[in-house]
Antibody, heavy 112, light 112 residues
Framework: QVQLQQWGAGLLKPSETLSLTCGVYGGSFGDDYWSWIRQSPGKGLEWIGEINRSGSSNYNPSLKSRVTISVDTSKNQFSLKLSSVTAADTAVYYC??????WGQGTLVTVSS | DIVMTQTPLSLSVTPGQPASISCKSSQSLLYSDGKTYLYWYLQKPGQSPQLLIYEVSNRFSGVPDRFSGSGSGTDFTLKISRVEAEDVGVYYCMQSIQFPLTFGGGTMVDIK
């Protein structure tokens, strides 16, 4: 039974870089795409981007200039970096094995 | 972006009674491979979203058969044949035929 466990800093100041990592336990990357999705009261559920084990990625155009998603198959992990954060980036961030399995979520708050 | 519109915004249901949620997409979700990339999720209070239905009408592993999905093209419906107390939460539809993946605004279901 595959499980996702995510971690990273939960409190950031404006202009800093958000960094989250998701570990894949009990399975491998296979042929799936692995994504990051965030949820905020104001914007609902927002897909950030995805990556596969080969490193092929796709991003939401609205965030593309600030987002990097990477994969480390040797550690069974994939990661999200979002640069130049503002208060508008405050949200719960989820890692997801598309479309079936979501991580537990990480609340990231951006505040000075 | 494909806009996903869910109705109603909220639903209050007597246990044992049926419930129905509509999801309309701004473009057809039928892909050239013959599949329609429409999914339904339930987010229970305090939890991550969990997949209920994939590709319009296929129940995910472990999902009770009181949940069913139907529709085609741009119009889709999730039905709960007999609502139980454990079905409370917010239901979301999602499309994955086109980047970025997009979600409906959600339908909150509670028990009368």
């Amino acid at each position: 039974q595959v499980q996702l466990q995510q971690w990273g800093a939960g409190l950031l100041k404006p202009s800093e870089t958000l960094s989250l990592t998701c570990g894949v336990y009990g399975g491998s990357f296979g042929d799936d795409y692995w994504s990051w999705i965030r949820q905020s009261p104001g914007k609902g559920l927002e897909w950030i981007g995805e990556i596969n084990r080969s490193g092929s990625s796709n991003y939401n155009p609205s965030l593309k200039s600030r987002v990097t998603i990477s994969v480390d198959t040797s550690k069974n992990q994939f990661s999200l970096k979002l640069s130049s954060v503002t208060a508008a980036d405050t949200a719960v961030y989820y890692c997801v094995r598309e479309p079936t399995l979501w991580g537990q979520g990480t609340l990231v708050t951006v505040s000075s | 972006d494909i806009v996903m519109t869910q109705t109603p915004l909220s639903l209050s249901v007597t246990p044992g009674q049926p419930a129905s949620i509509s999801c309309k997409s701004s473009q057809s979700l039928l892909y050239s491979d013959g599949k329609t990339y429409l999914y339904w999720y339930l987010q229970k209070p305090g939890q991550s979203p969990q997949l209920l239905i994939y590709e319009v009408s296929n129940r995910f592993s472990g999902v009770p058969d009181r949940f069913s999905g139907s529709g085609s093209g741009t119009d889709f419906t999730l039905k709960i044949s007999r609502v139980e107390a454990e079905d409370v939460g917010v239901y979301y539809c999602m499309q994955s035929i086109q980047f970025p993946l997009t979600f409906g605004g959600g339908t909150m279901v509670d028990i009368k």
